[in-house]
């Protein structure tokens, strides 16, 4: 073992050793915060955020997650302040995603170019630009004319292998089901249902209730270190919330919405069942060995998802609030910094590295939208 792995190594150990430390007493412990202690969560992630990163940046899929996050926490504090940031930010890109207007070569391979408007992650931003149409008084339908746009000719068209890749079931699912609640178009449900059926086909584990990132990914092509199934957290993070995103948008008569409802059960369980004792998610969900130590990002989606579950009465509050316990704690007292970072987020990528250094300046929009999503759902739990 080369200087430079055995220090690797060390440094590991000694943070994961921290960890557990420094978690042992809380790992136990009962959510004790009121309503009013975890507004204040809210407020102090979210202002360290904004007074952060004065520059609203593009409406690429990062940035976009992060304001997923500032709507919900918009909806459970009412501060003006968050509102403004994200209707700033939408105005900056022009209620756009990619803005080519030739549909001639629209594009929905992996791409950062305004040619590639019809990729997931160039689509997430529609998310928030139909939130603003309806939290901004009067409703502008400019506000999601490019969304009604996009979405409505990538459904004309034939193909169905839009999402290819897990996030962008998060990016884009809540997209159609926000679009039918405004619309009525039935459309959006049928496409919806058609684009997800093609990705659980390429990506869905229905031994392990889990999903693959990509196709690159599916065992036993990939395997993590120790030969096993390799779930990449975050990946699944983005899935298990957009479930819990797109079943309270569809109506209790919707075709589908059982069937979601019984892949979101399904999942929690997993989930549950490969949660650390000191309650983070390892960035390879069963193989807490391939890279070990806490990873915020997925962690905050699963508590997100486990909280909504059990708000709504759809995951049994018995058996998963414990872990909601765990999780909360693990974000509040471990990952949350003093000054109201959000560390140990791993960085932009589509898997569990070992070896990455993953530590407590770690830090990310897209992981403080995870943050503030889990933070407003308990802000709802709690009395």
């Known amino acids: 073992m080369n200087f430079k792995k055995s220090l690797f190594v060390l ?29 204040s969560i809210i407020d102090k992630v979210n202002n360290h955020w904004q007074e952060t990163h004065p520059e609203y940046g593009n409406a690429f899929w990062h940035v976009s997650a992060y304001h997923t996050g500032n709507m919900e926490a918009y909806k459970v504090t009412q501060n003006k302040k968050y509102l403004d940031y994200s209707l700033a930010w939408a105005e900056k890109n022009q209620w756009m995603g990619a803005k080519s207007n030739d549909k001639s070569e629209w594009k929905y391979n992996y791409g950062e170019t305004d040619k590639h408007v019809l990729f997931g992650d160039w689509q997430i931003c529609f998310q928030t630009y139909i939130d603003l149409y309806n939290f901004t008084g009067k409703k502008d339908p400019h506000k999601i004319a490019r969304a009604r746009e996009v979405m409505e000719y990538e459904m004309s068209t034939e193909a169905n292998d839009y999402w290819w890749w897990v996030d962008g079931l998060y990016m884009v699912m809540p997209v159609m089901t926000k679009l039918y609640k405004e619309t009525g178009n039935e459309m959006y449900l049928e496409k919806l249902h058609s684009y997800l059926t093609y990705a659980n086909g390429i990506m869905y584990d229905n031994e392990a209730k889990l999903y693959y990132r990509d196709a690159k990914y599916i065992y036993p092509k990939h395997k993590s270190a120790n030969g096993k199934k390799d779930f990449w957290a975050r990946g699944d993070g983005w899935i298990f919330a957009g479930y819990a995103k797109i079943i309270q948008d569809l109506p209790k008569s919707a075709k589908h919405r059982a069937e979601y409802i019984s892949r979101f059960k399904d999942m929690a369980k997993s989930l549950a069942e490969a949660q650390q004792t000191e309650g983070y998610w390892t960035r390879s969900i069963l193989d ?87 933070a407003s759902e308990m802000s709802r739990f709690v009395k």
Do not use: M, R
């Open 11 to 39: 440094i590991s150990a000694a943070s994961v050793t921290v960890f557990s430390c420094k978690s042992t007493a809380q790992k136990t412990a009962a959510i004790k915060e009121s309503k009013k202690e975890v507004i």
């Open 288 to 374: 807490p060995e391939h890279a070990p130590g806490p990873e915020t990002s997925g962690t905050a989606f699963f508590t997100y998802g486990f909280l909504w579950g059990i708000n709504n009465g759809i995951l049994d509050k018995k058996t998963y609030l414990p872990v909601v316990e765990k999780s909360w704690n693990y974000l509040t007292k471990f990952a949350l910094q003093e000054d109201g970072t959000v560390g140990y987020i791993q960085p932009i990528g589509e898997k569990a590295i070992p070896g990455q250094v993953v530590d407590k300046n770690s830090t990310a929009d897209f992981g403080v939208g995870a943050f503030l999503l889990a």
